[in-house]
């Protein structure tokens, strides 16, 4: 996975690949009796759930205290990001029991101890009754729906973190007010990824 990283000029420590690789290896042991996971290639498992869940990280560093992951499924992006941020605490929800007790397996493994896994179905009315400082998700809903979804979940100067495609990007751009977004952009796999942060 080391090799990964460097094409994209990104060095990590080698006890970090070392527990990036650990999660590959239970996802992939994992994915064998459940499906957790379309992607199931070494190389792809690499690319579009490491990678780029990092590059996520460093686009919206710094982290700040309290993140909430929606539909966290495999734990991309935020339990690879606990694995780097460990000042940040990251809470994982999913309704999928099956998702939620890999997640489970890979903090155990781990030793994830600034992460808190919820096997639980989000509302509009915030159903955790808690708030916090940032909310994102990789593939939760669509971006406008998740959008007006996660402002119940955020506190009150809080933000909400898109992670978009060069097409979803487009969409967005065309039906709502850019100037509240701080927008940041990636290479990933000879596209551009784009990351748009609320501005409080």
């Keep these: 996975?080391?090799?990964?990283?460097?094409?994209?000029?990104?060095?990590?420590?080698?006890?970090?690949?070392?527990?990036?690789?650990?999660?590959r290896e239970l996802l992939q042991e994992t994915n064998r009796i459940h499906n957790i996971t379309a992607i199931e290639d070494d190389e792809k498992i690499g690319v579009w759930h490491f990678l780029d869940s990092?590059?996520?990280?460093?686009?919206?560093?710094?982290?700040p205290?309290?993140?909430?992951?929606?539909?966290?499924?495999?734990?991309f992006p935020s339990l690879v990001l606990s694995i780097i941020y460990k000042e940040?605490?990251?809470?994982?929800?999913?309704?999928?029991?099956?998702?939620?007790a890999f997640l489970e397996l890979v903090k155990k493994e781990l030793s994830l101890h600034?992460?808190?896994?919820?096997?639980?179905?989000?509302?509009?009315?915030?159903s955790l009754k808690k708030r916090f400082d940032l909310v994102l998700s990789r593939a939760f809903m669509k971006p406008d729906?998740?959008?007006?979804f996660a402002q119940r979940?955020?506190?009150?100067?809080?933000?909400?973190?898109?992670?978009?495609t060069e097409n979803q990007n487009e969409n967005f751009i065309k039906n709502n007010d850019i100037s509240k977004w701080e927008i940041k952009t990636y290479p990933f796999e000879e596209k551009t990824r784009y990351v748009l942060i609320s501005k409080i």
Aim: no cysteine.
């Design 153 to 164: 979940y955020k506190e009150s100067d809080g933000k909400i973190v898109l992670t978009l």
């Design 88 to 100: 940040s605490h990251f809470t994982l929800v999913d309704s999928v029991s099956k998702k939620t």
């Design 54 to 63: 990092v590059q996520i990280g460093k686009s919206i560093e710094p982290l």
């Design 145 to 148: 729906a998740f959008v007006k």
């Design 114 to 126: 600034n992460v808190t896994i919820l096997h639980h179905h989000l509302t509009e009315k915030n």
């Design 65 to 75: 205290k309290n993140i909430l992951d929606m539909g966290s499924g495999a734990g």
């Design 1 to 23: 996975m080391k090799n990964i990283f460097e094409r994209y000029n990104i060095s990590l420590d080698d006890e970090i690949l070392k527990r990036f690789e650990r999660y």
